[in-house]
């Protein structure tokens, strides 16, 4: 019997995650719950992948992002 997982895998979630976050202007508390796992994981991010966390951090620092619940 094979198994296909429905999880999308981390790197593809935090793309989908980031880029929502910045063209909507809203982040839940999912979202920065997702975003502090993400950072605090040992997973290996890209540059890229840095920089997209970052934009999402600094949005929130500087008051550019709501807070959805």
Do not use: Y
């Not at 935090?14 to 982040?27: F, K, N, P």
């Not at 920065?32 to 993400?38: G, I, S, T």
């Not at 997973?43 to 709501?66: C, N």
Request: negative net charge.
């Amino acid at each position: 019997m094979v198994f296909v997982s429905t999880v999308r895998p981390l790197k593809q979630r935090l793309q989908e995650t980031t880029e929502r976050i910045v063209d909507s202007g809203r982040i839940t508390r999912a979202d920065e719950d997702f975003l502090f796992h993400v950072a605090t994981s040992d997973e290996v991010l890209s540059p890229e992948e840095i920089r997209a966390v970052q934009q999402v951090h600094d949005r929130l620092r500087m008051g550019l992002l709501d807070l959805a619940e």
